[in-house]
T-cell receptor
């Protein structure tokens, strides 16, 4: 069983739509939860991180963590064509401080 | 603008050749990493280093080797390339423990390796 499972997508949405991205994880020892964004032919870059259950907002982005269900989500409001990218969830293992990544979801926002 | 640089961006090479993928960072980070990324698959850690003369193997077994003689430089070498090595290789660095909240990974733009 993979440590982190990410909804595979791809997703194609019209400009202005809400994008919902989801991951589940199996190890309750995970403690930090991150979302990386990767544009085509670029390396991933950190978008958001959180370490507690609940919601964290940053502009149009909201990261949500439910530790009881081992479920994390990223919501993008008022999506823009510039949000077109692959989004990777990543979770830090507390036993060895290494990241486990999801396989990524590719999002295309149509103008 | 990325402060971590990988060369070459693309490499097509024949089976059996020795190759070195270069990675340099200007941020003074002690921690550096090599990940392998295939389409539709998770990033897999293949090597990491926590400082000069320190290298460790990651989660994914790899026939590649790494060295860390200088803080800013973390090259990856394949002694004899094979088609199974075809992949994208991403180098990253961090100030503190990997990705721990306030210490994100900074990635280079990758080297796409094709072995024919």
């Amino acid at each position: 069983q993979k440590e982190v499972e990410q909804d595979p997508g791809p997703l194609s949405v019209p400009e202005g739509a809400i994008v919902s991205l989801n991951c589940t994880y199996s190890n309750s020892a995970f403690q930090y939860f991150m979302w990386y964004r990767q544009y085509s032919r670029k390396g991933p870059e950190l978008l958001m991180y959180t370490y507690s259950s609940g919601n964290k907002e940053d502009g149009r982005f909201t990261a949500q963590v439910d530790k009881s269900s081992k479920y994390i989500s990223l919501f993008i409001r008022d999506s823009q064509p510039s949000d077109s990218a692959t989004y990777l969830c990543a979770i830090l293992r507390s036993n060895d401080y290494k990241l486990s990544f999801g396989a990524g979801t590719t999002v295309t926002v149509r103008a | 603008e990325a402060d971590i640089y990988q060369t070459p961006r693309y490499l097509v090479i024949g089976t059996g050749k020795k190759i070195t993928l270069e990675c340099s960072q200007t941020m003074g980070h002690d921690k550096m990493y090599w990940y392998q990324q295939d389409p539709g698959m998770e990033l897999h850690l293949i090597h990491y280093s926590y400082g000069v003369n320190s290298t460790e193997k990651g989660d994914l077994s790899s026939e590649s080797t790494v060295s860390r003689i200088r803080t800013e430089h973390f090259p990856l070498t394949l002694e004899s390339a094979r088609p199974s090595h075809t992949s994208q290789y991403l180098c990253a660095s961090s100030e503190s423990v990997e990705g721990g909240g306030n210490s994100p990974l900074h990635f280079g733009n990758g080297t796409r390796l094709t072995v024919t």
